[in-house]
């Protein structure tokens, strides 16, 4: 249960990052860049303990939200490295993945740990 709880905070605060790296006028700091970065390292350790678990759930489900993870951590690291050349939908998008896949996790936890 540690690591459902370790993975949906690390979702949250990488959530909250990105909110903040969007809508701050300066642009994202170093500050927010390494905390999505540990974000990262968490969400990847705690995912792949909770890899097991999914497959059991919905393996094809399991698989979009490991693929579309690993898309969201690349969208996140080009946002940041080209941050003063986004337009406004690329940050709708990556908003937008991010919650998207925030919800394909609680889906596959079947609501859990709420």
Same mark, same amino acid.
């Given at each position: 249960?540690?690591w459902l709880w370790m993975? =949906?905070? /690390?979702?949250? !605060?990488?959530?909250?990052? !990105?909110? &903040?790296?969007?809508? &701050? %006028?300066?642009?994202?700091?170093? =500050?927010?860049?390494?905390?999505? %970065?540990? +974000? *990262? !390292?968490?969400?990847?350790?705690?995912?792949?303990?909770?890899?097991? *678990?999914?497959?059991?759930? /919905? #393996?094809?489900?399991?698989? !979009?939200?490991?693929?579309?993870?690993?898309?969201?951590?690349?969208? +996140?690291?080009? *946002? @940041?490295?080209?941050? %003063?050349?986004?337009?406004?939908?690329?940050?709708?998008?990556?908003?937008?993945?991010?919650?998207?896949?925030?919800?394909?996790? @609680?889906? =596959?936890?079947?609501? %859990? #740990?709420?």
């Open positions: 249960m540690i993975h =949906l905070f /690390s979702w949250i !605060v990488l959530l909250i990052v !990105v909110l &903040s790296a969007v809508f &701050s %006028r300066n642009g994202a700091g170093e =500050l927010l860049k390494m905390i999505a %970065r540990i +974000c *990262y !390292v968490v969400a990847i350790i705690s995912g792949i303990m909770l890899l097991k *678990y999914a497959w059991e759930t /919905s #393996p094809v489900l399991a698989i !979009v939200k490991v693929v579309l993870a690993i898309g969201l951590i690349g969208f +996140c690291e080009i *946002y @940041f490295s080209r941050e %003063r050349d986004v337009g406004n939908i690329t940050k709708v998008l990556l908003v937008a993945a991010t919650i998207v896949v925030g919800i394909i996790g @609680f889906i =596959l936890a079947g609501g %859990r #740990p709420f």
